[in-house]
């Protein structure tokens, strides 16, 4: 088996080469040959013309007509007798060629003219040697002149192309070998820096870039590596930053939780004191419960284990119950928390699910928006999906940031320090495993973050209707 591309690649230039090579051979070589003989044979069959003429136009023997053709026009001259025509029977009469006429007694060029009596060019071999023929009959009666010429000068000709043809192929060869084997070797190098890029990448070196000056299908290949190193590389680094501020999410609460627990076993607290300490402490449990909750979430998506309901939901009442829910932390961060009246819309979905997503994006929208910010929860319809939205009036989300807020991990330099990074990824992907989406449309002035989900048609809504799936 061959191993290594450059090998590879070099051989099978080689052998389109040589393919290339052997075709123009099998082309040009008989083709060229073909041509040297029918052109040899036209020539004799215009010179037998000049042979009949001086046969009719003479009273001397045929002999001087036989030498005096051969002489002019450089080819054997020989005169036939027609004794009987089928079968063709011939009488040589005169020939050119001073020693035995045995070798064109029955030659079958003139016999075919005999029979036919009609002019006949061929070729013919005796012994060795291919001669060209042209055989004309004089009259309707006879006699038959034969005008033949050896080939070996126009085929020694063809043996020289032919013998230049493969010298200059076998050159050529060579040279494609060569430079088949050199421009594999440029290929491999780069082929070879990308496999090197890989395992850069795959041990979690996400430091050097991966460079590739080509603008083909290695350069594309290159190009992609460059795409999902800077890709891995964010990850990796909101990963790290993620496990940094998860640490920093549970030891802040844990020891708050610490020293309140100690303070009350060790103080003696008078009861507004140890109420106040006990309401800390259910915030630093409320704030693990929820770090803990996200990151289950996400495990269990990642494993394909989110278990999801399919029921009707009335989306206005969860906005409803969404306003209830956030308007006390609403007044207290001094924002306005309204509900929109758009009309009642029920989706296909999981209460529960619906509810965890509306909280991510009114949680994300009182938390990431300035004081004096409007905030507001309107439903609808647009064609087949029923629509949960949050509106806000803040300054917007920073272009740079706006493809990367559904990304994992992923906090805006800036943001509260409270966040996970995890709410909206979340939210996402909950989304899509009820067969909808979360869009985000932010301009200075205004944002819109929107729960699409797969709406129930008209007159089929019935709220007893239930479907569990598991995905």
Same mark, same amino acid.
């Given at each position: 088996?061959?191993k290594g591309?450059?090998?590879?690649l ?6 389109v080469v040589?393919?290339?090579l ?10 060229l040959?073909s041509r040297?003989v ?5 020539q004799l ?10 046969i009719?136009a003479t009273?001397?023997?045929w ?5 005096t ?10 005169i ?10 011939l009488q040589i ?9 045995q ?6 060029v003139?016999e *075919? ?8 060019g061929?070729?013919?071999s005796?012994?060795?040697?291919e001669f060209?023929e042209?055989?004309?009959?004089? $009259?309707?009666?006879g ?5 033949s010429?050896s080939?070996a ?6 043996d020289?192309?032919e013998?230049r043809?493969?010298?200059a192929?076998?050159?050529?060869l060579f040279v494609?070998?060569l430079l ?6 440029v290929?491999?190098r ?7 890029a890989a395992?850069?990448?795959a041990s979690?070196?996400?430091d050097?870039p991966?460079?590739d ?9 290159a190009?992609?590596?460059e ?10 680094r909101?990963?790290?930053? *993620?496990?940094?501020n998860?640490?920093h999410e ?5 020891f708050?939780l610490?020293?309140f627990?100690?303070?009350m ?23 693990l $419960?929820?770090l ?5 979430d ?6 394909g284990?989110?278990h999801?309901? $399919?029921?009707q939901?009335?989306l206005a009442?969860?906005? #409803?119950?969404l306003?209830e ?6 007044e #207290?961060?001094? /924002?306005?928390l309204?509900?929109?009246e ?5 989706a296909v979905?999981?209460?529960l699910r619906?509810? #965890? ?6 949680g994300?929208a009182l938390? /990431?928006?300035?004081?004096? $910010?409007?905030?507001?929860?309107t439903?609808?319809?647009?064609r087949?999906?029923?629509t ?11 272009a740079? /940031?706006?493809?990367h807020v559904f990304d994992?991990f ?5 943001d509260?320090?409270s966040?996970?990074?995890l ?7 909950l989304?899509?495993l009820?067969?909808g989406?979360?869009?985000l449309?932010?301009?200075p ?5 929107t729960l699409s989900?797969p ?6 809504v019935?709220?007893?209707e239930?479907l569990?799936v *598991?995905?």
């Open positions: 088996m061959i591309i450059r090998l590879r070099a051989l099978a230039l080689l052998g040589a393919g290339a052997v075709v123009a051979y099998l082309i040009v070589v008989p083709t040959e040297l029918d052109a040899k044979i036209d069959e215009a010179n037998a013309a000049t042979v009949a003429d001086c009719k009273d001397f023997p002999q001087e007509c036989a030498d053709g051969s002489a002019v026009l450089n080819a054997r001259v020989v036939y007798d027609v004794l009987q025509r089928e079968p063709p029977a009469l005169a020939d050119s060629r001073p020693a035995s006429s070798d064109v007694e029955h030659d079958i003139a *075919f003219a005999a029979a036919t009596g009609v002019p006949q061929g070729t013919v005796r012994g060795k040697e060209a042209a055989a004309l009959p004089v $009259t309707a009666d006699p038959i002149a034969l005008l010429s080939l000068d126009p085929l020694s000709s063809i020289v192309v013998r043809l493969l010298a192929g076998g050159i050529a494609a070998l088949g084997y050199a421009g594999a070797s290929h491999a780069r082929i070879r820096r990308l496999e090197r395992e850069r990448i979690g070196h996400f050097e991966v460079v000056g080509g603008n083909d299908e290695v350069g594309e290949l190009a992609a590596f795409r999902m190193r800077g890709r891995l590389e964010k990850l990796d909101a990963r790290r930053e *993620f496990i940094a998860a640490s549970l030891r802040t609460p844990l708050s610490g020293g627990l100690e303070l076993t060790d103080e003696d607290l008078d009861e507004p004191t140890r109420q106040e300490f006990l309401e800390t402490m259910r915030e630093q449990v409320t704030r $419960t929820k803990a909750t996200d990151l289950l996400l495990s269990r998506m990642d494993a284990r989110m999801v309901e $399919t029921e939901v009335d009442a969860a906005a #409803q119950v306003a829910e956030f308007r006390a932390l609403a #207290q961060r001094r /924002h306005t309204d509900l929109g758009d009309g009642r819309a029920v979905g999981d209460e619906v509810l #965890q997503i509306g909280r991510a994006l009114v994300n938390t /990431h928006t300035p004081p004096g $910010t409007s905030i507001t929860v439903t609808g319809r647009e087949d999906h029923a949960l939205s949050v509106v806000d009036d803040g300054p917007g989300i920073p740079e /940031h706006l493809e994992r992923y906090r805006a330099e800036g509260v320090a966040g996970s990074g709410g909206l990824a979340i939210a996402r992907e989304a899509a009820m067969g989406d979360v869009e449309d932010s301009a002035g205004r944002t819109v973050v989900l709406a129930v048609s008209a007159g089929v019935d709220e007893s239930r569990t *598991f995905t």
